[in-house]
Nanobody, 123 residues
């Protein structure tokens, strides 16, 4: 059974930085892409960024371009989200997910999801 585990969330002040980590393990799967998504209170879950596991191509949602950076970790099946110059609008539960089919940000493409890690940005 595939497990996806996020970590690194917490409380930060606006303008600061925060790094999230994600590791996928277990089962038999081939990663095509990994993605970060977020869900703020009272809002629908939305995509943040996806990274193509084969060529490193990335796709960011407009609201985080230039502030967030996704990267692969040295350990197998790990990915990081570097969040810079955070704002209160970045407050959300951040989810990591594994895509075994085709590159994209559509949530339906992602087969395995973590439980999320909470990020709270104070003003």
């Amino acid at each position: 059974q595939v497990q996806v585990v996020e970590s690194g969330g917490g409380l930060v002040q606006a303008g600061e930085s925060l790094n999230l980590s994600c590791a996928a393990s277990g089962g038999t799967f081939k990663i095509y892409a990994m993605g970060w998504f977020r869900q703020a209170p009272g809002k629908e879950r939305e995509p943040v960024v996806a990274i193509n596991w084969n060529n490193g191509n990335t796709y960011y949602t407009d609201s985080v371009k230039g502030r967030f950076t996704v990267s692969r970790g040295n350990a197998k099946n790990t990915v990081y989200l570097h969040m810079n110059r955070v704002t209160p609008e970045d407050t959300a539960n951040y989810y990591c997910a594994v895509n075994t089919r085709v590159f994209g940000l559509e949530m339906g493409l992602y087969d395995y999801w973590g439980q999320g890690t909470q990020v709270t940005v104070s003003s």
